[in-house]
């Protein structure tokens, strides 16, 4: 590097890291990695733990409801098996091919809805 950063507070140190919420250089002796990143002062540090809190708490929000309850899946695939057994039965007359496939269209809409959710939840 050309031009190294600088410590913000300390202008001869050579900066190792950054303020994670201001961008400030920060060197050996001011970095003070708590689990949270790397934070230049007491109210950086109080903003980096609220951001992550609040991120936590909507993230296991998001979960749960996603989780619990497959509202869309399950609408999905109620609507599809609806429109399939219509177009079953009234397959015979002809015109039951509309129907039908409007059914399986929801019927995969419906498993591929599930196996997102399915694969969010892994990763949460
Ligand atoms: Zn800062
Ligand atoms: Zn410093």
């Keep these: 590097m050309v031009n190294p950063m600088k410590c913000f507070l300390h202008t001869s140190a050579d900066a190792v ?10 060197c050996a002796a001011c970095v003070g990695d708590s689990g949270y990143g790397l934070a230049c002062s007491e109210s950086c540090k109080a903003e980096l733990l609220s951001i992550k809190d609040m991120m ?13 309850f497959p509202i ?19 397959i015979k007359t002809g015109r ?15 498993v591929l809805a599930l196996i997102n959710q399915r694969r969010s ?3 949460s």
């Design 17 to 26: 890291g950054s303020c994670k919420f201001c961008h400030k250089g920060l």
């Design 56 to 68: 936590t708490k909507s993230k296991m929000l998001y979960g749960q409801t996603k989780g619990r």
């Design 72 to 90: 869309l899946a399950i609408m999905l695939v109620s609507m599809g098996g609806l429109f399939s057994v219509i177009g079953l039965a009234s």
């Design 96 to 110: 039951g091919i509309f129907p039908l496939g409007i059914g399986l269209l929801f019927l995969m809409l419906g």
């Design 121 to 123: 939840g892994i990763r």
